[in-house]
């Protein structure tokens, strides 16, 4: 065992015990800590794989983006040290459950793959042993950087590549976004915008709930 | 064949005096060491020259009593806060409200790694550089976060929700600012950003590109000074509201690290700005053939200091020129301003860098 496998299986105990920490912790801010190291580590893992960029993206979605997102709810609703409830039994046992079924798919994902890989790299090392055609050298150079901002930029723009998914997945943010709006509005937009009839269905449904605090401001 | 990403006589000369082995791991204690160096040096120097230009903006003198012109008082401050005990009220988060600090500090440090600041003086030159750049300076907002939630004081709580909304929506038009200069130089990497500025004064990127460098430049230092929580847009620790914000309940060396950091961030900033649009490290040339001679023999790290000062002079001057801004003044200036202005800018930019519309 060399240093750099020594390092990965350090590494893959910390990953492990923050992501058993993750689900453990009763402090709902702790967890989110523990989670923002898992998601650390998973990036320091795609580092060790070199691939830079997917780690930089792991950081700057997950770490720089989702987890302050994260962190922000978490300082909107949770009481400094409160504790949460432990989940009943059933949950926890359907937790078991799914996580069980997923670290079976994957297992047997990773079977297939580490397989593909294995012969993967074996044709690799015989064409480079011959480094005769130019066509074999630059699927190795292609090999090589497939995770790089350049590959990755032109993948994700390319027509027979990546394009439609990628388009698509915005289209799909914007929904979310849109519907955010809708659901945050919805105490607010009864007050302001009556005339509109979706609008005033709302405010007819926030009659009776949660606008009542809203609706004092404003006469009908 | 270069063995090093970073190749320095100086540095050079310390690997070749090393076996094979150490040298690497000389390489990598000596650019960190640098970079520790810089970092301190240059919070100490940007302490004392905040407290100068403030005093002079208000027709004062500033500090003058220890060292010549007051120089050593920063320094004297230092002493002070790190003899001080560091507290730890009743009631807080252990963990953290001791992790908070670290994170903003190290995150301005991480962004120094890949700063060019001459040919041949970078620790290391990422292809995906500015993303890396965006990427890492999330670690100051959950620095702030963290502590803000960590203290249990009110005030905290109160000044890290705001900065958390400030600086993630001041991202967005720094990030599309940053995307700009990406998209007009082909590259991601920094060094490569400066590289494409070779060539006349009129060649960096604020000029080459005619309405849309500038305004981005504009853009830039608007949003950077939300992203550094500086005046007028340092919300997260108005004073006068909040009475310090998420550091409210910090003292000793623990606060000094959250200043430590945001002076740090400043000259990284200023940095980044220099490098993006005013050739970083490469000296100023106006087409004049004696001139051009005489200003190319200062070296280049000469040429980066000289830009990152003149940007830092320009926050500073913001800082004590304009009054703060109220929270919803605040973002509706850049959800309903600065974003869709930065987003023109960026099918301008686009517009003519397709078609070639350009400073010769």
């Known amino acids: 065992m060399n240093v750099r496998d020594a390092f990965f299986y350090a590494l893959c105990a910390l990953l492990l015990g923050l992501a058993v920490l993750t689900v453990a912790a009763g402090n709902?801010?702790?967890?989110?800590?523990?989670?923002?190291?898992?998601?650390?580590?998973?990036?320091?893992?795609?580092?060790?794989?070199?691939?830079?960029?997917?780690?930089?993206?792991?950081?700057m979605v997950y770490i720089g983006g989702i987890m302050i997102f994260v962190l922000y709810a978490v300082l909107l609703t949770s009481e400094l040290g409160g504790r949460m409830p432990a989940p009943s039994p059933v949950k926890m046992l359907l937790g078991v459950a799914v996580a069980a079924?997923?670290?079976?798919?994957?297992?047997?994902?990773?079977?297939?793959?580490?397989?593909?890989?294995?012969?993967?790299?074996?044709?690799?090392?015989?064409?480079?042993?011959?480094?005769?055609?130019?066509?074999?050298?630059?699927?190795?150079?292609?090999?090589?950087?497939?995770?790089?901002?350049?590959?990755?930029?032109?993948?994700?723009?390319?027509?027979?590549?990546?394009?439609?998914?990628?388009?698509?997945?915005?289209?799909?943010?914007?929904?979310?976004?849109?519907?955010?709006?809708?659901?945050?509005?919805?105490?607010?937009?009864?007050?302001?915008?009556?005339?509109?009839?979706?609008?005033?269905a709302i405010s007819v449904k926030d009659q009776g709930g949660a606008g009542a605090a809203e609706s004092r401001g404003a006469p009908p | 064949m270069k063995a090093y990403a970073v190749n320095h006589p100086i540095g050079d000369m310390i690997r070749g005096m090393l076996p094979a082995?150490?040298?690497?791991?000389?390489?990598?204690?000596?650019?960190?060491?640098?970079?520790?160096?810089?970092?301190?040096?240059?919070?100490?120097?940007?302490?004392?020259?905040?407290?100068?230009?403030?005093?002079?903006?208000?027709?004062?003198?500033?500090?003058?009593?220890?060292?010549?012109?007051?120089?050593?008082?920063?320094?004297?401050?230092?002493?002070?806060l790190l003899m001080k005990e560091n507290l730890r009220p009743r009631g807080v988060d252990n963990l953290a409200y001791f992790l908070a600090p670290l994170l903003p500090i190290t995150g301005s440090f991480l962004v120094l790694a890949v700063m060019p600041f001459d040919h041949d003086l970078q620790v290391v030159d990422l292809p995906a550089g500015?993303?890396?750049?965006?990427?890492?300076?999330?670690?100051?907002?959950?620095?702030?976060?963290?502590?803000?939630?960590?203290?249990?004081?009110?005030?905290s709580l109160l000044g890290s929700m705001r900065s958390g909304a400030q600086l993630f929506s001041y991202e967005l038009s720094l990030v599309l600012c940053m995307l700009l200069i990406v998209m007009a130089s082909g590259s991601a990497s920094l060094r490569e950003i400066v590289?494409?500025?070779?060539?006349?004064?009129?060649?960096?990127?604020?000029?080459?590109?005619?309405?849309?460098?500038?305004?981005?430049?504009?853009?830039?230092?608007?949003?950077?000074?939300?992203?550094?929580?500086?005046?007028?847009?340092?919300?997260?620790?108005?004073?006068?509201?909040l009475t310090g914000g998420?550091?409210?309940?910090?003292?000793?060396?623990?606060?000094?690290?959250?200043?430590?950091?945001?002076?740090?961030?400043?000259?990284?900033?200023a940095g980044l700005g220099a490098t993006f649009f005013l050739g970083g490290f490469l000296a100023p040339r106006f087409g004049v053939p004696p001139l051009d001679w005489a200003l190319a023999l200062l070296p280049g790290v000469v040429w980066f200091f000289v830009k990152v000062f003149a940007l830092i002079f320009l926050y500073m001057w913001f800082r004590w020129t304009f009054p703060r801004l109220r929270i919803d003044h605040l973002l509706s200036l850049e959800w309903k301003f600065l974003l869709p202005v930065s987003l023109a800018n960026l099918l301008l930019a686009a517009t003519l860098i397709t078609f070639k519309w350009m400073l010769p």
């Open chain 1, 28 to 59: 709902l801010f702790r967890a989110a800590l523990a989670l923002l190291g898992v998601l650390l580590c998973t990036a320091v893992l795609f580092l060790l794989l070199q691939a830079e960029m997917a780690a930089l993206a792991q950081v």
């Open chain 2, 130 to 155: 500015v993303v890396y750049v965006v990427a890492v300076s999330g670690l100051g907002i959950l620095g702030i976060l963290i502590g803000g939630w960590g203290s249990n004081n009110k005030y």
């Open chain 2, 21 to 80: 082995p150490w040298a690497a791991a000389a390489n990598g204690a000596l650019a960190v060491g640098l970079i520790a160096g810089l970092v301190t040096v240059m919070a100490i120097f940007l302490i004392w020259l905040e407290r100068k230009v403030c005093a002079h903006f208000q027709a004062r003198l500033g500090p003058t009593r220890v060292g010549p012109f007051g120089l050593l008082q920063p320094i004297a401050d230092a002493i002070k």
């Open chain 2, 246 to 269: 998420f550091h409210t309940e910090y003292a000793g060396i623990s606060f000094s690290m959250f200043f430590l950091a945001e002076f740090v961030n400043m000259f990284a900033s």
């Open chain 2, 195 to 241: 590289l494409a500025q070779q060539g006349t004064v009129l060649d960096w990127w604020i000029f080459k590109l005619p309405v849309a460098g500038l305004l981005a430049f504009a853009l830039f230092m608007i949003s950077s000074t939300a992203e550094l929580n500086r005046g007028p847009l340092d919300l997260s620790e108005a004073e006068s509201e």
């Open chain 1, 101 to 200: 079924v997923a670290l079976g798919f994957l297992a047997g994902l990773a079977q297939k793959t580490g397989a593909g890989a294995a012969a993967a790299r074996a044709r690799m090392h015989a064409e480079s042993a011959t480094k005769e055609s130019a066509a074999s050298s630059a699927d190795a150079e292609a090999g090589v950087n497939i995770a790089s901002l350049k590959t990755l930029g032109q993948k994700l723009l390319d027509p027979k590549g990546f394009l439609i998914p990628f388009e698509l997945i915005s289209v799909l943010l914007l929904a979310a976004m849109v519907g955010a709006i809708a659901v945050a509005r919805q105490g607010g937009a009864g007050v302001r915008g009556g005339s509109e009839p979706g609008a005033a």
